[in-house]
């Protein structure tokens, strides 16, 4: 080789390798800035449907964010249907965080709950953060005019008037771009489900 | 390829804007080096790597700890559940705090080697007298920094080693009280004095940053001493980039194995680096059976140790601080490197051989024997600064060469 060649040869390897080196010694940095494993593994919430009275509504605490727990009677599941005109993803397709497995036939993309009667979604608002408040009464009594005058009753959110029904689907001309997410939960028990 | 990127049209603007690339150029490539520097001389720029690595990893180490000495549920205290939470909970939590531990120690171990260098070829000598007295100045500093920052994992030697020497101040006369209360925030070290330290553990730092980027560019106004001591000649200059970025690449590479090697296989230093104890909550109620300070603090806690008075001892450690100040006066001999001094070149050996003795006297428990020769390393520490004004009058230099 000549000489030239050599030394670019060199160079080029000993700056290779040490920029190589320098990444390596980045990950462990970048590592240590993901949750740690004690934050993991406290991210699992026991809870006991049962004691949501029907037609309350029940916030659980699950990795330091509220969930909600909903327990519908049965004229708020039959008021779930009749107004998919209002709403931007009714059969809630738009992104995964909406759906869940579980979610196999028409019905339970209405109901969005693994046991109709209760419904428990993450009580984040889709637009940016906040916890939507909750009015199940129809029409513009309980709220006036911020929900619009077929309001089937659900969550509206006051930070930027966000609307969504009782399974949390978005409505139509708000912010928010999405229904409220799905949570991962399953049934332990008959009546406790396990969050995370 | 450097040369590319400083004279493209971006780094035209920024400069022009900002003068950035002429300091790059004048303190990284351009700045002027003897062309006999020898590895020795690699102890600064590996010393600046530590201080960046210290940071980093301390700023992460911030994110973890907790200093609070309150009683947590375990029954330890909330500080030292947090640092045994970044050793097994957090994502190479361990390898980071073992960085920052094997990184104190490398600092010192490094700075010790960097001064060592200074002394044998006389580089604190007119013009770099504020040079050397900026080193010893961050050599304090960082004594102040370890001291604060070995308290925070709240351990048994945390504690009773910042009783120990917060004590000391309380023997100023007149003040001492009031001044120790004004440290600890209490009656004695507790979550208060946790706190505070914490705060000085990250401000000081910072501190000692803007001191070590002076200390360099006065370097580069008094430029760099050689081994021979004498002034280089026009032809025997060559630019830092790359002759010393290169070599000084290299010694970083040969540090970073032995630095490695510590932290993956024997992070606690065998008890020296971490001390065993510290392993232990801290107890206010037991002192362990042996409280020594890490073993780059020893042959200054030595000296305060070997007078058996409790105020003068601390003077002697000051006046120790105070000599290594005055150095550049009290050598009064115009030859600067110790390859043409025999009898400075003796005397010098002798004085680190007497620093070395007297770290070792500092970690080890106090008996009749290591008494004696601690105090006697003690007396040979100071008399080689009381003969240093002297040695000139008698001391046959060797002839100088007239270049490097």
Known sequence: MKDKTRRDFLYTAASGAGAVGTLAAVEPFMRALQPAADTLAASTTEFNVSTVAPGELKTVAWRGQPVFVLHRTPEMLKDLHGHDDLLRDPMSHAVPEVQAEWMKTDEQRVTRSIKPEYLVLSAVCTHLGCIPGFEPTPGQEAWGNIVPPDWPGGFHCACHGSNYDLSGRVFNHVPAPHNLHVVPYKYIHDTTILIG | ?404
């Open chain 2, 1 to 404: 390829m450097i040369d590319k990127m400083l004279d493209s049209k971006v780094a035209g603007w920024v400069d022009d804007r900002t003068h950035l690339i002429r300091y790059i150029r004048f303190h990284l490539i351009d700045y002027p080096t003897p062309k006999n520097l020898n590895y020795w001389y690699a102890f600064g720029s590996i010393a600046l790597l530590i201080l960046v690595l210290q940071i980093v990893t301390g700023v992460f180490l911030a994110m973890d700890y907790k200093p609070s000495a309150i009683l947590s549920g375990g029954g330890f205290s909330v500080a030292f559940d947090s640092v045994e939470r970044i050793m097994r909970d957090v994502n190479d939590g361990w390898l980071i705090r073992y960085m920052h531990a094997v990184g104190a120690s490398a600092f010192f171990f490094v700075i010790y080697l960097h001064m060592a260098r200074g002394m044998y070829y006389g580089s604190y000598k007119k013009p770099r007298e504020f040079l050397w007295m900026m080193g010893v100045f961050i050599l304090i500093f960082m004594q102040a920094i370890v001291f604060f920052g070995y308290l925070l994992p709240w351990g048994q030697m945390s504690f009773w080693g910042a009783t120990v020497i917060t004590n000391i101040i309380g023997a100023i006369p007149f003040v001492g009280d009031w001044l120790l209360q004004l440290v600890r925030g209490g009656f004695s070290v507790g979550d208060p004095t946790l706190n505070r330290f914490f705060a000085l553990h990250f401000l000081f730092p910072v501190l000692l940053g803007i001191v070590v980027l002076w200390h360099v560019m006065a370097l580069h106004v008094v430029h760099s001493n050689n081994p021979v001591g004498v002034e280089a000649s026009e032809k025997n200059i060559i630019p830092f980039h790359p002759y010393y970025t290169v070599k000084d690449l290299f010694g970083i590479g040969v540090f970073l194995i032995i630095f490695c090697w510590f932290v993956f296989y024997h992070p606690t230093g065998f008890g020296l680096m971490i001390e065993t104890d510290n392993f232990n909550p801290a107890n206010s109620m037991r002192t362990p059976a042996d409280i020594s300070p890490v073993w780059y603090l020893t042959p200054w806690y030595e000296i305060l140790r070997s007078v058996p008075n409790k105020l003068l001892g601390i003077a002697g450690m000051a006046l120790a601080y105070v000599c290594l100040f005055l150095l550049p006066w009290l050598d009064r001999s115009p030859v600067r490197s110790a390859r043409y001094r025999p009898v400075y070149r003796s005397l010098l050996l002798i004085f680190f051989v007497s620093i070395v003795v007297l770290g070792y006297c500092g970690h080890h428990p106090v008996t009749p024997m290591l008494t004696v020769v601690g105090r006697t390393a003690s007396v040979i520490y100071f008399s080689f600064f009381v003969l240093l004004p002297f040695i000139h009058k008698f001391e046959k230099t060797k002839p100088l060469p007239e270049d490097i």
